[in-house]
Each structure stands twice: as C-alpha cells, then as structure tokens.
C-alpha cells in the first residue's frame, strides 16, 4: 500500500523559506518519477515541481528561480526547498507519483506578515 506522508508547512513571513519533505513508503521510490502539487483555496490543483527518477527536475514558472526539487533514494524521501515566498504561495502542499497521483493529508503552507 502506497503511502505518502508531507511534513515541513507552517506560517512564514513574505521573503522567507521552508522545507517540504515527503516520506513515501510501500513503494520502490528510487523507480518512481515524483512531484509536489498545491492547491490554494477556491483554486484547481496545479502542479508546481517535478524531479525524475534520475533527478532531472522541472519547475512551474512561478516557482523557477526560488523552489528547488530534490530527492534522496536512499531515505525514500523527497523535499521541496522553498525560498523569496510570496503570498500567493500560500495553499496545501502535497506530494504524488507523478504517473499513479496518490494524495496525502497535504501540509498547510501560509505566507503572511
């Protein structure tokens, strides 16, 4: 059974950082290309990074330049370094297999002064 835990959200203040992690279990994850997805209120998912299982990464405009994607085999775990944070980041941060979406509770991401 494919499970997918997020941790790391919390309340920031515009212009400054977080880190996401992902903790997958049930799964090989070394063979799986992953992604973070959000969702703000009252607005679609959208995908917002991506990292592949060699660890080639890929990035949503908005976030180019201040999130980085990254993975670590060895742990089964998958992080989102999240940098310059702006209100419109705010939303539920998930994780997924980017080719089986499988969601988790999510971690709540707030960026407020």
């Known amino acids: 059974q494919v499970q997918l835990v997020e941790s790391g959200g919390g309340l920031v203040q515009p212009g400054g950082s977080l880190r996401l992690s992902c903790a997958a279990s049930g799964i090989i994850f070394r063979l799986y290309a992953m992604g973070w997805y959000r969702q703000a209120p009252g607005k679609q998912r959208e995908l917002v990074a991506t990292i592949s299982r060699g660890g080639s990464t890929n990035y949503t405009d908005s976030v180019k330049g201040r999130f980085i994607i990254s993975r670590d085999n060895a742990k089964n775990t998958m992080y989102l370094q999240m940098n310059s944070l702006r209100p419109e980041d705010t939303a539920v941060y998930y994780c997924?297999?980017?080719?089986?979406?499988?969601w988790g509770q999510g971690t709540q991401v707030t960026v407020s002064s």
């Open positions: 997924s297999i980017l080719t089986m979406p499988t």
